[in-house]
């Protein structure tokens, strides 16, 4: 076939597809679909995640462990025959995830998700290996000062009333603050945000007292409040409260004066426009200031508890400590991390379930 033939012939099959009511792009692409391979029928990261736990399991159970002046570590094959569990259970997931990717449309989510996870969900128990190798296996990290993993489900196992209640406390405390310091904060940020002249006057204060730690005035609150609980709220609430005072300010301040004058060419009234047309525009950088104060709320909750407070996750820490219970210091620091991960992304969920109408304006 000549060069001079080669278009000819294709615009006579492009012509031919269009007659046919066709779209040779859209007909050349089905055709590729077809000739193309299929999609994985099982989820291969998710039963790399399977064999790790399973590696985990064997190293936890089979290799005995190293006694150094101790007795031997409670819960080892208990540990290791829940790591076979999740491993098979893992496995069947991974063979099971592309039919319940087909067929449930409201788990789908969270199956995409599971498989964009899939990397961190394998490092995780080659993170548990190698913990329970260097302390429990070949002691690497001395005891006491380091525990196994057997030794954390030792703990939340014995001595989980304990843990349970020092959380709800921490839980409590810290909501309290928080809430009180979130309110404070917005408000005083709208009005500086809004008014000159409480900006006059509040502004020179916040400028002082707001760069202070709010765990630096811990003896004074505890002096001045009639209770440790009390100084601790407020100490939490001052620690929410300053950077969600600046950020609302910023936003309120930042939000374009166009967005007013067409309001008032509206007939809009003083409070429309705070209530309908500053405070909206400002809620993004609001949730900045509130992400900013749980984050700085988190630490003054620690110290308070650990410096004078009864009950909570750093009286734990503080109790644990003194009676030279490593083991139980460390399942409170690691149930103290997945707490505090927890609140940030519940603060997430309810920013974009509240933000949900700004998509696509505002990016976050």
Not at 27 to 49: C, E, H, I, K, S
Not at 308 to 330: C, E
């Amino acid at each position: 076939m000549s060069s001079l033939e080669q278009p000819v012939l294709a615009r006579t099959a492009a012509g031919n597809a269009l007659n046919a009511g066709e779209n040779p792009s859209f007909a050349d692409a089905d055709r590729r679909r077809q000739r193309a391979p299929g999609r994985p029928a099982v989820w291969y990261t998710g039963l790399a995640v399977a064999a790790a736990w399973a590696v985990f399991g064997a190293v936890t159970r089979e290799w005995p462990n190293r006694i150094t002046g101790f007795s031997d570590w409670a819960y080892t094959a208990e540990l290791g025959a829940a790591d076979w569990a999740i491993a098979a259970w893992l496995a069947l997931l991974a063979l099971a995830l592309p039919t319940l990717e087909r067929t449930s449309a409201r788990l789908r989510p969270a199956l995409r998700g599971l498989r964009k996870a899939g990397p961190w969900l394998v490092a995780l128990p080659v993170a548990f290996t190698l913990w329970e190798v260097v302390t429990a296996k070949t002691a690497l990290l001395p005891t006491p000062f380091f525990a196994p993993p057997q030794a954390l489900v030792e703990v939340y196992r014995d001595d989980w009333a304990r843990l349970a209640d020092c959380v709800a406390h921490s839980i409590g405390l810290l909501a309290v603050g928080f809430l009180y310091g979130g309110v404070v904060g917005f408000l005083v940020g709208v009005s500086i945000g809004w008014s000159r002249a409480v900006g006059y006057w509040v502004h020179p204060v916040m400028r002082v007292l707001g760069p202070v730690p709010a765990t630096a005035l811990l003896p004074l609150a505890f002096y001045i409040f009639p209770s440790s609980r009390s100084a601790a709220i407020f100490l939490i609430a001052l620690a929410t409260a300053f950077p969600v005072t600046v950020l609302t300010w910023s936003g309120v301040a930042s939000v374009n004066k166009a967005y007013y004058d067409v309001a008032r060419t509206l007939g809009a009234s003083q409070r429309f426009l705070v209530l309908r047309v500053a405070i909206p525009a400002a809620l993004p950088q609001v949730f900045v200031g509130l992400f900013m104060g749980l984050s700085a709320s988190f630490t003054v909750l620690v110290t308070a508890e650990m410096m004078g407070v009864k009950s909570g996750l750093g009286w734990y820490l503080t109790w644990a400590q003194g009676w030279a219970s490593y083991s139980n210091m460390y399942a409170a620091l690691l149930l103290m991390a997945v707490l505090f991960s927890g609140l940030i992304s519940l603060l997430f969920l309810v920013r974009d379930r509240t933000l949900v109408w700004q998509k696509g304006t505002v990016k976050w």
